[in-house]
């Protein structure tokens, strides 16, 4: 069987081989075109050492990013390639780091230190596959299943706990029997993982076709309690309203799956109704509301990003998603929505309408969802038109002010504030010498100095 690597990549693995060094593609580059897919990145193993690899690439730039454990990467134009000396490894101390890495000759030493069968492949167009763990077969079976001992494995690292349930989500496997009940044996060990190694985990699930099936996955392993014990309360919590069919857990996953594949939608997705739990209400009809969830929900996207160490910016978006999620019941007219645009930015805007359409169909059969259509419609209306929703759009600065003889200081912002609300209100008034004139209307520079 032939499988068609790019030159850049080829090129690699043919010089080592002419120097006398075994080379092969290795991982989920051999995995991803085994299923048809383009892989995203290719990875190399080889006998070659590191200093041999530098030796062979002389005339290439080459990196050192962990030379210790036998990674160089080869610099090309067309993109990187980390190239790393077959490996085998000691025991794992602290469920993450193997106790020793000693460099080997045997390519099977390499594939045997590997996660799952999947990713236990190997290729090059000399020697064809290599498959010594059968990994062909558990792609044809659509199986995630550990390399040896699924205790083993895991022990070696938790991490890949979460790695089964990412692979499955993001191929649409199921897992291995024997390599889930060790996943669930050992699930209260990831809290030993590092929050960023978690967080990426997540991220990757929460992309991936059907978000919803991984996220049941760390359920029903108990690994979801672990790193994300704030949804857990919403699982089978009755909403005890007519205009939601769900539980509170059913419907965030519903919402999870229908949003577009953008991390910070998918995150608001996740969050969004998280606080209900903690903020039902009965009325005097048994009838459940949630009065403040939105709210409560945006506080704990924050606390729990912030553990994960996500990107402040991505905190900040997610945040304003869910406190804002519950709007679509808001009669905005015209300047509220300019005055929605300014406090999410165009594109959340847009993000915002995502989350709320996926929400409003996963709601109830019968909910509509033409007012937001509307709404949507309506803000790219204002942006095509180039109106004005914030003080660097109107016509006037601070600079022109102080012109005008007002001396610099919270008298700028309040004037400016006060102009955009009139041009918000009537955009027709969007000049430099009609702005002039409404400042000296209602401000007198002598009285502010």
């Given at each position: 069987m032939t499988l068609d690597i790019p030159d850049y990549v080829k090129l690699i693995i043919e010089r080592l081989e002419r120097k006398g060094y075994e080379a092969y593609l290795v991982g989920g580059s051999v995995r991803d075109m085994l299923l048809g897919k383009t892989p995203t990145?290719?990875?190399?193993?080889?006998?070659?050492?590191?200093?041999?690899?530098?030796?062979?690439?002389?005339?290439f730039k080459t990196i050192d990013i962990g030379k210790k454990f036998g990674t160089i990467i080869v610099s090309q134009e067309k993109r990187d390639v980390e190239v790393t000396t077959f490996r085998r490894e000691g025991k794992y101390l602290d469920g993450r780091r193997p106790e020793w890495v000693s460099f080997s000759s045997d390519v099977k030493d390499d594939l045997?230190?590997?996660?799952?069968?999947?990713?236990?492949?190997?290729?090059?167009?000399?020697k064809g596959i290599l498959d010594p763990f059968d990994g062909r077969e558990d792609l044809k079976r659509r199986i995630i299943k550990t390399v040896g001992n699924p205790e083993e494995r895991f022990n070696e690292d938790y991490?890949?706990?979460l790695r089964a349930a990412r692979f499955a989500s993001q191929l649409e496997?199921?897992?291995?029997?024997s390599t889930f009940q060790a996943g669930k044996q050992y699930s209260s060990h990831i809290k030993k993982v590092s929050m960023e190694r978690i967080f990426n985990e997540v991220y990757k699930i929460l992309l991936s076709h059907i978000p919803?099936?991984?996220?049941?996955?760390?359920?029903?392993?108990?690994?979801?309690?672990?790193?994300?014990p704030e949804i857990i309360p919403a699982i089978d919590f009755k909403q005890r309203n007519p205009h939601h069919e769900m539980d509170v857990y059913d419907h965030i996953l519903c919402v999870l799956d229908s949003v577009p594949s953008?991390?910070?939608?998918?995150?608001?997705?996740?969050?969004?109704?998280?606080?209900?739990?903690?903020?039902?209400?009965?009325?005097?009809?048994?009838?459940?509301?949630f009065y403040g969830h939105d709210e409560?929900?945006?506080?704990?996207?924050?606390?729990?990003?912030?553990?994960?160490?996500?990107?402040?910016?991505?905190?900040e978006e997610v945040y304003n998603l869910v406190k804002e999620h519950m709007n679509h019941h808001t009669k905005f007219k015209e300047k509220g929505l300019k005055r929605l645009i300014r406090r999410l930015g165009e594109k959340e805007v847009f993000n915002l309408i995502e989350l709320q359409i996926a929400d409003i169909k996963c709601s109830n059969k019968e909910a509509t969802m033409d007012h937001i259509i509307e709404r949507r419609n309506k803000i790219k209306e204002i942006l095509e038109k180039d109106e004005a929703y914030d003080i660097k759009q109107i016509a006037i600065n601070g600079k022109d002010l102080?012109?005008?003889?007002?001396?610099?200081?919270?008298?700028?912002?309040?004037?400016?504030?006060?102009?955009?609300?009139?041009?918000?209100?009537?955009?027709?008034?969007?000049?430099?010498?009609?702005?002039?004139?409404?400042?000296?209307?209602?401000?007198?520079?002598?009285?502010?100095?």
């Open positions: 990145d290719y990875d190399i193993a080889t006998s070659a050492s590191p200093d041999e690899i530098e030796s062979v690439f002389y005339d045997s230190r590997r996660d799952f069968t999947i990713n236990a492949i190997a290729y090059n167009k000399t991490l890949r706990i496997f199921t897992i291995d029997e919803s099936y991984g996220i049941r996955i760390l359920e029903k392993m108990g690994a979801l309690k672990v790193i994300l953008v991390i910070e939608i998918r995150l608001a997705a996740l969050f969004h109704d998280i606080g209900k739990p903690h903020t039902l209400t009965i009325d005097e009809e048994r009838i459940g509301h409560l929900g945006a506080d704990i996207s924050k606390e729990v990003l912030k553990r994960f160490k996500a990107p402040n910016e991505l905190i102080m012109e005008l003889g007002f001396e610099q200081g919270p008298i700028i912002g309040e004037i400016l504030e006060y102009l955009l609300e009139k041009v918000m209100e009537k955009p027709e008034l969007n000049d430099k010498e009609i702005l002039k004139r409404i400042v000296l209307e209602k401000y007198t520079p002598s009285l502010v100095k």
